[in-house]
């Protein structure tokens, strides 16, 4: 679900280099400090020296310190340009149309203000004053971010106030900080002191906000939901893999040193891809297999695929693959990620049997460890919450939320037949990815933020991001594994190869303009205090914009497809009313026994030549989607009304013609299913 990135934004405030008594700071407890500062500091040791057994009091203390020292930084008034940029940038190309009418009304300007500042979280205000005025009053609002000021001896002040703290109470403080403020102390961190280095330098002192039992678990199930979840190759390949080419990561080291092994694909309808990770009895560090859902990486709407052949075959690249992505990413996008549906629905609807299967074979190895980045974090959660009984608990990367309704359902179950061993989420999120300000609501748990930041490679300038790089690169970055390179790893073995061998940020990759990136802790709150904008009821604008999109906008267009998602669904119809076929073959156990017998009678399915009858998931998907049976013929001819009014006759759509009679199969659909056979058997008989 990645959004394309439109022009950079000015670099922030944190780029600017630091000032001297900063630096002074940074050095240790005897740095030279400025005469009021230095004289504050040393109040606030003697005050925390006379406190050491109420942590309580220091706790509130350092709250009325950050609050001192907080400024407001106004980002303007937001132009019609700005916001429409801002949200563009975030929300990709399918929310045009929603840009079009005015984003500050339709997000309101703190959203818009936060969009463009690069952050996801609810962190803008907007102050009003009223000025008395002959005959009235005028009213003024400014929009702008509350941030605790790090200059002018701000960031001194607080340095001091934490070094003050002895290591042995600083978690007693933290802790009160929290039940006091109703939010921790990284979090408030994270929020207000938005220069990363300082934070950085200010977040070494409190205790580690992961433990490295969590840490391990969460790193590795980040290689196998950002990374290896895309995978297409075989299990004996992924098993044997030395290096992945695009992020360069070693899928079999890591595999083997976590005494793990890939299953098979899991390929099923419009476009949804599973694979379950098994753990080697004897080896596995965790006794749980993996069940990981494959997301989307980026918005595609080329639902041919043959803007991205001609791309590839420009560049000199796989003509086929790429036509096979562009069609796969515009599936991803309008069925799953832009559907006006929950989230990830129309592709777990169909695929809930195929889900199920899996889940339960994998369950003689243990219940399983649902994860996913994106639009799979999302079909995770959907899994989890619908089919609690296979699952120990879940864990999403940059993902997008479900509904309201079907977190209730995980919530029903831990109350009742889950009580003893209640499902609880871990989500991982990158500030100014607007992935997760999609859906309604997270599977109850922890999230944890984080802060992309970059600088060219081998320099020594400040790190810092854009909003283009946070709506962007953001999205796809293993934000964990890169925190561990920052030097969360520690001397703890497992996580130091991690870092070794795990994904990598794609910036740090071109031999050419290579930058250096590390991923910043902001913070962690419970779900149910989740700071995101929640931003479902303009995906469901774009949604809606959506269905005016001509067919045809990026390649000529399916045949009498008349919006997008027309399109889409026409162009992948044929080949999912066919997959259905042949699935209920793969998964009929009485029938058949080997591949071999089932290729015979798949085969014979393929080759026929009458048509095919939709469905029941596709009728339903249709409606969800908004397909017409019936459309205006206006090459017939028109018989006058009722007092004088023409009535144009009617014809089936497609889609009608669909419904009424089944769907043509085409050679090209044919020879795709033929050679999708062996995958098919694969994914409804696991091991």
Do not use: C
């Not at 609002?141 to 960031?155: K, R």
């Not at 933290?174 to 977040?203: F, M, N, P």
């Not at 283009?468 to 996580?495: F, I, K, M, W």
């Not at 419904?659 to 085409?666: F, H, R, T, Y």
Request: proline content about 6%.
């Amino acid at each position: 679900m990645t959004r394309p990135a439109q022009q950079a934004t000015p670099q922030p405030a944190q780029q600017r280099a630091p000032t001297s008594a900063a630096r002074n700071a940074a050095q240790g407890p005897g740095a030279q400090q400025a005469g009021p500062v230095s004289a504050e500091v040393t109040r606030n040791a003697a005050f925390i020296g006379a406190h050491l057994r109420d942590p309580a009091t220091i706790a509130a203390k350092l709250a009325e310190l950050l609050r001192a020292h907080r400024t407001f930084r106004p980002t303007g008034r937001l132009t019609d340009e700005l916001a429409r940029q801002g949200l563009l940038m975030n929300l990709g190309a399918g929310s045009r149309a929603a840009a079009n009418t005015g984003s500050s009304l339709l997000l309101g300007d703190e959203a818009v203000s936060d969009l463009t500042q690069g952050t996801s979280r609810r962190l803008s205000t907007t102050h009003t004053t009223v000025t008395p005025t002959f005959g009235g009053a005028q009213v003024t609002s400014t929009t702008g971010l509350e941030q605790y000021d790090t200059a002018g001896g701000g960031f001194e002040l607080l340095l001091g106030f934490l070094k003050a703290i002895p290591a042995g109470t600083r978690p007693a403080v933290v802790s009160a900080y929290e039940a006091a403020q109703h939010k921790s102390l990284s979090a408030a961190l994270g929020e207000s002191v938005r220069d990363t280095e300082k934070r950085e330098t200010l977040l070494r002192l409190l205790p580690a906000p992961f433990s490295d039992a969590q840490l391990t678990l969460d790193g590795f199930l980040e290689q196998l939901a950002v990374g290896l979840s895309y995978s297409d190759q075989t299990a004996e390949e992924l098993n044997g893999a030395a290096t992945e080419e695009r992020r360069g990561s070693h899928p079999g080291a890591l595999l083997s040193h976590f005494g793990y092994r890939a299953g098979e694909l899991v390929l099923g309808r419009w476009g949804f891809q599973m694979r379950v990770f098994h753990p080697l009895p004897g080896r596995a560090k965790w006794p749980h297999p993996v069940a990981a859902f494959r997301g989307t990486e980026g918005v595609k709407y080329d639902p041919s695929g043959e803007g991205s052949a001609t791309e590839a075959r420009a560049k000199g690249k796989n003509v086929g693959q790429a036509r096979h992505e562009g069609m796969e990413g515009t599936q991803d996008t309008l069925i799953g990620d832009f559907a006006p549906a929950e989230v990830g629905w129309l592709q777990y609807r169909p695929n809930a049997e195929l889900i199920r299967t899996n889940l339960a074979a994998a369950l003689k190895g243990g219940r399983v460890y649902a994860t996913g980045h994106s639009l799979g974090g999302a079909l995770a959660q959907i899994a989890t919450a619908l089919q609690p009984q296979y699952v120990a608990q879940v864990v999403t990367f940059q993902a997008a939320n479900i509904d309201r309704a079907t977190v209730q359902k995980l919530a029903a179950y831990n109350a009742g037949p889950g009580k003893a061993a209640p499902i609880a989420a871990r989500h991982y999120r990158v500030d100014g990815d607007v992935v997760p300000t999609a859906g309604e609501a997270a599977l109850p748990g922890q999230i944890a933020y984080f802060d992309r930041v970059s600088r060219p490679q081998g320099t020594q300038t400040r790190f810092g991001n854009t909003t283009a790089e946070n709506a962007s690169a953001g999205h796809v970055t293993p934000a964990l594994t890169t925190y561990l390179r920052g030097g969360a790893a520690g001397q703890n073995a497992d996580l130091k190869f991690l870092a070794e061998n795990g994904l990598r940020d794609e910036a740090t990759r071109p031999l050419k303009g290579a930058r250096e990136v590390r991923s910043v802790f902001g913070g962690s709150y419970p779900v149910a205090r989740d700071p995101r904008h929640v931003l479902e009821g303009q995906r469901d604008l774009a949604a809606r914009a959506i269905r005016t999109l001509p067919a045809g906008l990026f390649d000529k267009g399916a045949k009498g497809s008349d919006n997008a998602y027309a399109e889409v669904f026409y162009q992948n119809i044929v080949l999912n009313t066919l997959m259905a076929r042949v699935e209920a073959l793969a998964r009929d156990q009485g029938r058949f026994r080997d591949f071999r017998s089932f290729q015979a009678a798949a085969t014979a399915v393929i080759e026929q030549s009458g048509r095919l009858s939709l469905q029941p998931s596709d009728l339903e998907m249709a409606k969800t989607l908004g397909l017409d049976t019936f459309e205006n013929d206006y090459s017939a001819p028109v018989f006058g009304g009722t007092m004088g009014v023409p009535v144009v006759s009617k014809k089936y759509t497609p889609f009608g013609e669909y419904k009424a009679s089944g769907v043509p199969i085409s050679p090209g659909v044919r020879d795709t299913m033929r050679a999708r056979l062996p995958t098919v058997w694969k994914s409804w008989r696991p091991e």
